[in-house]
């Protein structure tokens, strides 16, 4: 599977109304910041970043970036504050087949490619699968034909009664790992679709894992207890319990809306049965 463009956009809510003024004031109140505390690491005045909230001030397009970046705003977010002022916005959204992303495009191929065994995926803001490679796969085999369809969700891919869900061993504790993610990112974002996706996701009951399965995530045999590091993924495959731990990895100070958004998550291998396992595929 290679990076295609993304199919879902979202945009950004304007939970204040009434132009730049309420839209600061939500982000300051959201990062639980005084007004002084803003002003002083922004090189500004308590009574101009006041002003500025209230709508007595109009911010220079300079403010308006200088407070964004002191409230780590998202870039998407940042140009709506730019429009909200009357300004253009500064950061562009370049559709992920563009040419002008090539270099970005294969680098991102060569990354997956190289994690295998292991599986990992580029992801957008709103879960949608843009590229994955051979070890997502591996792991997909077996799931319905409607839920493989584009756009590939990962939340509904691994949530989904008919999806991952059944063969999780320890579900429970994943879902709620990724509810509580997905909170976490609508908290930031407040995306309309993300909410409605956690909306859905959320409402799928819980299952239970069945079949019989030969336990690999102990060292030494199966009666040895491994003692994680951080919360893995336990999931079956063909009649194994493999262990994976979770990393996302996010691109350092980007430049375009599309790039901001996209996250790399990786699967590393929780025990060294998991990894043994993995290597024998391609072995």
Do not use: C
Not at 139 to 158: D, I
Not at 245 to 271: G, K, R
């Amino acid at each position: 599977m290679t990076v295609a463009a993304i199919g879902t956009q979202y945009a950004p809510a304007n939970p204040g109304g009434g132009g730049v003024g309420p839209l600061l004031r939500a982000w300051r109140e959201r990062r639980r910041m005084s007004q002084l505390e803003l002003a002083l690491r922004a090189d500004s005045s308590a009574r101009h970043v006041s002003f500025v909230e209230t709508g007595r001030s109009r911010p220079s397009e300079d403010m308006v970036l200088r407070l964004a970046e002191q409230l780590d705003v998202p870039v998407r977010e940042r140009n709506a504050l730019l429009l909200a002022a009357g300004y253009a916005p500064r950061y562009p959204q370049t559709p992920l087949d563009d040419p002008a992303l090539d270099a970005l495009r294969s680098g991102l191929e060569r990354l997956l490619q190289g994690y295998e065994p292991y599986p990992a995926l580029v992801m957008d803001a709103r879960y949608d699968v843009v590229a994955a490679n051979r070890g997502i796969t591996m792991l997909l085999e077996g799931v319905p034909r409607s839920l493989l369809e584009p756009p590939l969700n990962a939340m509904r891919l691994t949530l989904h009664p008919q999806g991952l869900a059944p063969r999780i061993r320890n579900l429970r504790e994943w879902r709620g790992h990724l509810l509580a993610q997905m909170e976490r990112q609508i908290a930031l974002y407040r995306s309309n679709p993300l909410r409605e996706l956690y909306e859905e996701v959320a409402a799928y009951p819980v299952v239970a894992g069945t079949g019989t399965v030969t336990d690999t995530g102990a060292v030494g045999g199966p009666g040895e207890v491994v003692p994680y590091f951080a919360l893995p993924m336990r999931i079956e495959h063909s009649g194994r319990i493999l262990s994976f731990i979770s990393t996302v990895a996010t691109f350092n100070t980007p430049m375009d809306v599309t790039v901001a958004e996209l996250a790399v998550e990786t699967f590393l291998p929780a025990d060294p049965a998991t990894a043994k396992y993995l290597q024998g595929l391609v072995g």
